[in-house]
């Protein structure tokens, strides 16, 4: 059996394309599609490392494993991944990273890089619920701790991730109150 799917990945379309039953979105973005920036860690949906941006038409995100779910789930919605964070040129050359990986760049915070990709999902959706919902400063690592708690990175990164994130709202207007 298969199923059509179609979609919105980076603000590009995709599909419709028939897809096997039971192949996972973390399947589809590497096989069908070439993008690989997101990394399949566990398998079961435990590290996080596989986390994508699924967007709503209402402007409201959610982050979403894609090891433990189907491709099916994602059928008509809007997806970013890591691909789709920085600017590029009408030629597709980075001409800028994300301020999310450009903050995390600025504090070394990777190592291996595996699970790079869905730090930067999960701060990327953090930071749009900053911009809609501001925080007092003296929450701000208590919400980094939250948001990030459950992504795994085997190399223990985790101090410069989150040294990073707090940099980074601390800096940017409208995402604390004074």
């Not at 730090?119 to 501001?134: C, D, G, I, W, Y």
């Not at 929450?139 to 940099?167: F, N, P």
Request: aromatic letters at 6%; charged letters at 20%.
């Amino acid at each position: 059996m298969s199923q059509s799917i179609e979609l919105t990945i980076n603000n590009q379309a995709v599909g419709p394309i028939e897809v096997g039953d039971g192949v996972m979105m973390i399947e589809f973005l590497h096989e069908y599609l070439n993008l690989t920036g997101t990394k399949f860690g566990c398998g079961a949906g435990v590290c996080h490392a596989c986390t994508v941006i699924v967007d709503d038409n209402l402007g409201v995100s959610e982050v979403v494993r894609t090891c433990i779910n189907g491709v099916e789930r994602f059928n008509g919605k809007h997806i970013r991944t890591v691909e789709g964070h920085a600017k590029q040129n009408a030629q597709g050359e980075i001409t800028a990273l994300s301020p999310v990986q450009q903050a995390f760049l600025e504090h070394f915070s990777f190592q291996c890089g595996w699970c790079t990709s869905g730090f930067v999902n999960e701060s990327t959706a953090l930071l749009e619920r900053l911009e809609r919902k501001p925080i007092a400063k003296d929450q701000v690592e208590h919400v980094i701790e939250e948001a990030l708690s459950e992504h795994v990175c085997r190399c223990t990164g985790y101090v410069k991730y989150y040294a990073a994130m707090k940099d980074l709202i601390l800096k940017t207007e409208g995402l604390t109150l004074s």
